[in-house]
């Protein structure tokens, strides 16, 4: 078993029910590993095969329906299809959704990567750049007490809109939590009761290792506060 998969597990026994996915940002294909093969409207797309159990990877073309999953992995469109991001965008100002003074404030992956492998983190044949970690606020919120008690928590607020900035968030800052946004949730079915975490892969291990611990303290102060309120409740 990778060390991955060994904190994947460890997350799951610890935590409960979550679906998480590696990433990895790569200059080769992994051996082995087929091309995605067909078109997506989104890049966060990928997010919900892989956590549907598929593996494979893509090109940077694989994007180019996404301008704005594009623009925050580093992706140029190509030119004549260089304009769809600016009408994205002045579609979601127009809206009131979006101020363009934020715009360049949205966090984005250094380059462009030549190679994105998804895959569910059990099954990855590599180890990941970011795992992209799906739950219940109350599953997701221990997660976050792990990566705070391993030292691998962002000083980043909740992010929201665009989800997919919160990946090279988690790379350059550390493990944060996203509330995701409206593409995304009609992209990957998120439920309205669903958020994301998303944990550097380098600090995938110390994240997994604390969430026993973290579990454990919550079940001993969930006991403290049911008992507290009942005798001060009058």
């Known amino acids: 078993m990778t060390s991955w998969a060994h904190a994947g597990t460890q997350l799951r026994d610890a935590l409960g029910d979550l679906r998480p996915v590696a990433v990895s940002y790569l200059d080769a294909p992994p051996p082995g590993v087929e091309k995605f093969s ?26 180019y329906n996404c301008p704005v ?12 299809r260089a304009g769809e991001l600016e009408q994205v965008l002045g579609l979601m100002i127009g809206a009131g959704y979006l101020k363009m003074e934020e715009v360049p404030s ?12 998804f895959a569910p983190l059990d099954a990855a044949v590599v180890a990941p750049d970011v795992v992209i970690v799906t739950g219940k606020p109350g599953a997701l919120m221990r997660l976050q007490e792990a ?9 980043l607020p909740l992010l929201g809109r665009p989800t997919c ?14 509330s995701g946004c409206i593409g995304n949730r009609v992209y990957t079915n998120l439920g309205d009761d669903e958020l994301y975490v998303m944990v550097p892969g380098a600090r995938l291990d110390a994240v997994a290792e604390a969430a026993a611990t973290i579990a454990s303290a919550n079940d001993a102060l969930r006991a403290y506060h049911t008992e507290r309120r009942e005798s001060l409740t009058k």
Request: overall charge positive; proline content about 11%.
């Open 38 to 63: 067909g078109t997506v409207p989104s890049g966060c797309t990928f997010w919900r095969l892989a956590a549907e159990g598929r593996a494979f990877y893509t090109v940077p073309s694989d994007f």
């Open 69 to 80: 999953g594009s623009y925050t992995h580093a992706i140029d469109l190509p030119a004549e």
């Open 106 to 117: 949205i966090p984005r992956l250094p380059r462009a990567p030549a190679i994105t492998y």
């Open 147 to 155: 990566a705070i008690r391993a030292g691998a928590a962002a000083p």
């Open 165 to 178: 900035m919160a990946l090279p968030a988690a790379i350059a800052h550390g493990t944060v939590m996203s």
